[in-house]
Every structure is written in structure tokens, then in C-alpha cells.
């Protein structure tokens, strides 16, 4: 039998789109094209440093086909100085890998299930007020080592400052996915401010109109949505869209997803509903978690990438988690300082959009010793040496989720602990 021999391929230079950073086992590289993060060997880290130096390098072609398809790769050999990020370390250990930033405050709907809407309505409402802001708080992210950057709101697009922070945080190689809901900008205003390394994720959450408008209690909302996604896909840009799931479109998420491929999106994520009224009815049924991974398969087949979204906290997964892809040595629980993070334009930051307290803050960007605050948090520390609840202990997920989310139970019952009174398992043994 003839051996395959691997030859080799040289490489020219590193996507723009591409971003990396060191850790303690090797690197996490971050992909724009792809919204994807991977995990690389030491060897290969030391290759893209060598690539986002402009340098010339020669890969094994086997390498060099994967990474290709990844979009890791470029034909110009270019310097990228922004493209790694600082790494973590035993006193540093906390970087997060992506970030929520709060464009503003503003907001044109009033959605029912929104968990911003405490902050939004706060007495002092942090807004830009200068395009030096925007570059510094940019700037301070690439330091605190942020790779990706989900923008949210409020509704971003009425913030005056979202031309020149997407602008900004893709100098500084930090990829913005913008949350919208499509009610404000006209397509052509998408299209102006599109490029390969920025991706709008679009709030749908009905197939049908008139619920979707009453969901964001905003009369209109379905129709422009839809406009919005229509006249993108036709221009070639892929869309993507977020999905809350809950009580009420429990038994339509297949229609929902259908009506979304109809308008040529491409990309669908699935968020878990966060029951603000404890009155109200229960959460997700248990039954859709295993229903849940069936339905994704389905529609990856037919060319849709359906995935659960960062609502769901990485919960209710049996295989190895994102979390425990990119780090090895997670044991589950809350992922804030290592993954996810929350920032206000004052620079402020918190664990998450639910930890948004100033009893929270982690530390402040824009401070002189900002960074090593964060970075080496007790906040943060607390948060991963929280211990599952006894009704946790039996369960088949426990291993991934260690209780879900703490966050869910302080916005909930103002306790900091596990485990997440929304979890549909809970509630059903209840």
C-alpha cells in the first residue's frame, strides 16, 4: 500500500480576519470568517506569530489545507501587530475572550425578556461622548486581551458612535458580531458599514408578525426585519440571526428556523429565555433539550449552522463543551474572566450582562492600574470556586454545567449561587 506523503506548502501571510493569544497549554485563535475559536499546539502559535509578522513560512500541507478552509490563511504577506492578544498568566489568569460592550442605553423596543433592561433604565446611563473615548476603550480591550467583541445595547444602531467604534476595534484585530433589531438602519447602511471581520446577528423570535411585534412591543418590527434580511442576503452578505427561545415559541423553532432560511440567513443562534416574573410560565420544557440536537443536525444538512447561543451558558451539553475545548482544565460552572465579560463606555467591567452592578465591577479600563485589577480579580475568583447545588449532584449534566448559571439566580432571587432556577430539569423535578 502506497504511503501518502505530507509535502510542503508555503504560506504567505495571515488573514486580517484572524486573532490569537497564548496560554498556559498553547494559543486560542479566533476566526472573523467564521465566528469560530480553536484551540492550536505551541508549535503551531509560534507559526502565526511568524505569519502575522508578514513572514513567508512553509506548512505541511495537510496544515496548510485546514487551515485554509478555517480562513486563517492570506495571499499578501502583511504585518497584523494587533492580531496577538497578551496572554494569561498564574498572577493574570483572568482575559476573557470576548466581551459584551453596551453600545448604549437606547432602545427603540421593549422586548419582554430583556435582561438589559435594569441597566437601561439606570440613573446614570454610560454613553460615548467622544470618538477619543472609543479609541481608548478599544485600545484597552486589545490590552486586556479581548478577541472577540459582541456589541449590544439597547439597540446599537442608534448610538452615533457605532460607525467609528467597529472601524476601531477591527484596527486594534477585535471582531465585532453587532446584536440588532433591524428597525433602525436602512440595508444600505449595513452594507456601507460591512466587512469580512464584522457580523450582524439579527433578533428574530417569531415566524409570525404579529407575535414577533409583540414580543419587542414594537408594531413594524417583523416586517423590517425581514426587509433588512432579505435585501442582504441578495447582496451577498450572509446575516445571521438570534432566536430567544421559550414558553412561547417552544413548538415552532423548526418554523422559525425555516422562515430564517427562506431570507437567506445562513447563521441562526438559539438563546435561552430568561423568565424576569417568577409568575409567569416555567422555562424551556425539558423534553426540547434532547429534541434540541436532532433539530440542529437537520438543518446543518440543509446548509444552516444552528447553534446554541451564549444565553444558554453552555448548559445541557453532553459532549466536551466549547468551554472545555478551549481550556482544558475547566471543570465547569461560570465562565466570566475566561470567556465572556461585560463593558460600559466608561470602561467599566463586570462578568457579565447580568453581573452589572458596580458592586460587580471588576475594575475600570480607563484607570491607571485598570488592567492588573481585572486581570487578577476576587470577583471573578469567587465566582469559579461557587459549588453546585445537592439538587445538582445527581444530574447527567453536572459535569459541563456544575449548576449553570449563578448570574441567572441574583437577577432572579438576588443570590449569588447555584443552581439556576431556570434550568427546565429543575423545574420539572419541581
Not at 206 to 234: T, Y
Not at 283 to 288: A, E, K, Q, R
Not at 336 to 359: I, M, Q, R, T
Request: glycine share 6%.
Amino acid at each position: 500500500m502506497a504511503l501518502l506523503v505530507d509535502t510542503l506548502v508555503r504560506a504567505k501571510g495571515l488573514q486580517p480576519t484572524t486573532t490569537f493569544r497564548e496560554d498556559r497549554v498553547g494559543g486560542i485563535v479566533y476566526s472573523a470568517t467564521n465566528h469560530r475559536f480553536s484551540r492550536v499546539s505551541p508549535e503551531e502559535l509560534v507559526t502565526l506569530r511568524r505569519l502575522s509578522r508578514g513572514e513567508k513560512v512553509w506548512l505541511a500541507s495537510s496544515t496548510y489545507d485546514k487551515w485554509a478552509r478555517a480562513g486563517w490563511l492570506s495571499t499578501d504577506a502583511k504585518l497584523y501587530p494587533s492580531s496577538e492578544k497578551p496572554s494569561p498568566t498564574a498572577e493574570q489568569p483572568f482575559r476573557p475572550l470576548s466581551t459584551m460592550l453596551v453600545a448604549t442605553h437606547r432602545c427603540n423596543a421593549l422586548c419582554e425578556f430583556c435582561c438589559a433592561r435594569p441597566y437601561m433604565r439606570s440613573s446614570n446611563p454610560k454613553e460615548f461622548n467622544s470618538i477619543e473615548q472609543v479609541e481608548l476603550l478599544s485600545q484597552q480591550l486589545h490590552n486586556l486581551g479581548v478577541l472577540q467583541c459582541v456589541i449590544s445595547g439597547g439597540e446599537p444602531t442608534l448610538s452615533p458612535y457605532l460607525g467609528v467604534l467597529l472601524s476601531t476595534l477591527i484596527r486594534y484585530s477585535i471582531y465585532p458580531i453587532v446584536v440588532s433589531n433591524g428597525t433602525v438602519w436602512k440595508a444600505e447602511q449595513y452594507m456601507m458599514n460591512d466587512a469580512r471581520s464584522i457580523s450582524w446577528a439579527f433578533s428574530y423570535h417569531s415566524e409570525d408578525p404579529s407575535e414577533h411585534d409583540a414580543i419587542l412591543k414594537h408594531r413594524g418590527a417583523h416586517r423590517k426585519v425581514s426587509e433588512i434580511l432579505r435585501e442582504l442576503s441578495r447582496a451577498g452578505i450572509r446575516p445571521r440571526a438570534n432566536v430567544v427561545v421559550g414558553h412561547f415559541n417552544l413548538d415552532r423553532v423548526e418554523r422559525i428556523i425555516e422562515s430564517l432560511s427562506y431570507l437567506g440567513v445562513g447563521d441562526v443562534s438559539l438563546s435561552q429565555h430568561l423568565q424576569m416574573q417568577r409568575a409567569k410560565n416555567k422555562g424551556l420544557d425539558p423534553s426540547y433539550l434532547s429534541r434540541r440536537a436532532e433539530m440542529i443536525t437537520r438543518w446543518q444538512a440543509k446548509g444552516v449552522n444552528v447553534s446554541t447561543g451564549y444565553r444558554f451558558r453552555f448548559l445541557y451539553e453532553t459532549g466536551p463543551t466549547l468551554m472545555q475545548e478551549l481550556f482544558p482544565s475547566f471543570k465547569g460552572g461560570c465562565c466570566a474572566g475566561l470567556y465572556e465579560s461585560l463593558v460600559f463606555p466608561n470602561g467599566s467591567v463586570h462578568p457579565c450582562d447580568y453581573l452589572w452592578e458596580e458592586k460587580f465591577s471588576v475594575g475600570n479600563l480607563f484607570d491607571k492600574d485598570g488592567i492588573q485589577q481585572i486581570t487578577a480579580s476576587a470577583i471573578f475568583s469567587i465566582l469559579h470556586q461557587l459549588s453546585p447545588d445537592n439538587a445538582c449532584l445527581t444530574c447527567s449534566y453536572l459535569k459541563a454545567c456544575k449548576g449553570g448559571c449563578p448570574g441567572v439566580r441574583y437577577m432572579l432571587e438576588g443570590k449569588l449561587a447555584y443552581p439556576n432556577p431556570e434550568c427546565p430539569l429543575l423545574e420539572a423535578r419541581n
